[in-house]
């Protein structure tokens, strides 16, 4: 049993190394609040909310998420005793939506949980996997593309997400992926085929795509239905799934093939585990995604992409990826085109702020 004694939250602020472009928005600088929560016994986990400055990926943000965390959450929680880190989601549920900022100071719970039992968060979680494949977002125009995936290939990349749009020249990404058959090349949409004719989208089916991930919005469940069923490259919904129940409306839809997890969007570790148990028994794939994050967010992730059942490569980059620091000691490190796993309890790292 762990007595929850104390939480804290902390603000990170960082330029990116380069500007992340998608459709909906482009990011030079990113803010996170890192929590920490700690035992009776002095003992800390570590979470991250991944909630951009504004509501561009989804209706929450920075300031709105902060003030949740401080004045409902961790009242929710200071003082409480848990036998489980489950327990922290149940406390939770009486507040409506704020799946980030119950994601954030859930996920600190876990972390803490793992060092309690002094194991590998991804082993107290039931994963297996102690090194887990690197997979990176590259953009661009066509020879700025075609040199920055060169530059991820030549860094140990196997697994390259490329950003797509009614806009993209479908010839010119199909000469791309055909150029590199040793890369596994997803697509991802980000919604900005919704309102166009299916035509559109299937000019890209024949482009060598492991994946195209979300063309359509979050809603167009009908649209995305259609496109599975008319291509033969696979369909993968991410800004879609918010919930155990959304991914069972995929399935029985037939919307899709693949679900993205991205543990901020769901709410954390708990309602993310049973997306996982159901994805497995329905024979769906998974894959984890990145939210421009910094250590304590991707610790999680990897965390999550050993186990068994996630057996598509995630967005999993080296820290100095996207950041010249990380907030976290070691820094994550690709090395031969792997991520190896920290084998010290919990996250496995030392929060560095």
């Known amino acids: 049993m762990a007595v929850i004694a104390g ?17 909906l928005q482009k990011v030079e600088k990113r803010e ?66 704020n799946h980030m900022a119950k994601a954030a100071v859930e996920m600190a719970v876990w972390d803490l949980f793992a060092k309690r039992n002094a194991v590998p968060l991804y082993e107290f979680v039931g994963g297996v996997s102690a090194s887990i494949p690197a997979g990176v977002v590259v953009a661009g125009k066509s020879d700025e593309l075609f040199r920055n995936v060169k530059m ?58 492991a994946l195209i ?3 359509y919005g979050e809603q167009e469940w009908e649209a995305h239905r259609m496109a599975r069923s008319n291509m033969t490259t696979p369909i993968c919904l991410d800004e879609s799934i918010h919930s155990l129940e959304d991914v069972k409306r995929m399935a029985e839809q ?8 991205k543990m901020g969007r ?19 794939g998974m894959w984890v995604g990145g939210m421009i994050e910094f250590g304590i967010s991707k610790a999680h992730n990897l965390a999550l992409a050993s186990l068994p059942e996630v057996k598509l490569t995630g967005d999993f980059s ?11 000691s070691p820094e994550i490190r ?14 496995g790292y030392e929060l560095k702020i």
């Open 266 to 284: 769901l709410g954390g570790w708990t309602e993310t585990l049973k997306v996982v148990e159901f994805c497995r028994n329905e024979q769906i």
């Open 152 to 209: 991820a290939i030549g860094s140990g990349y196997r697994r390259i997400k490329l950003k797509i749009s009614p806009d993209s020249n479908a010839a010119l990404l199909k000469k791309l992926v055909a150029s590199n058959p040793e890369i596994s090349f997803y697509a991802d949409a980000n919604g900005s085929f919704s309102g166009r004719a299916l035509e559109e989208l299937l000019t890209f089916d024949e482009a060598g795509f």
């Open 318 to 328: 080296d820290s100095t990826y996207f950041w010249q620091t990380d907030i976290i």
């Open 7 to 23: 939480i804290e939250f902390h603000k990170v602020k960082q330029q990116l190394n380069q500007p992340f472009i998608t459709i």
């Open 32 to 97: 996170v609040t890192v929590v920490v929560v700690r035992d009776a016994e002095g003992r800390e986990g570590y979470g991250e909310c991944v909630a951009f400055d504004t509501p561009w990926y989804t209706e929450e943000t920075v300031t709105g998420s902060r003030f949740v965390m401080e004045q409902v959450l961790a009242p929710l929680l200071i003082d409480e005793q848990l036998e489980q880190p489950a327990e922290a989601a149940r406390l939770f549920s009486k507040v409506k939506g």
């Open 213 to 215: 991930e979300q063309p």
């Open 254 to 261: 037939q919307a899709g093939d693949i679900v993205v997890l």
């Open 334 to 347: 690709v090395e031969n085109g792997e991520i190896k796993l920290s084998d010290s309890p919990g996250i």
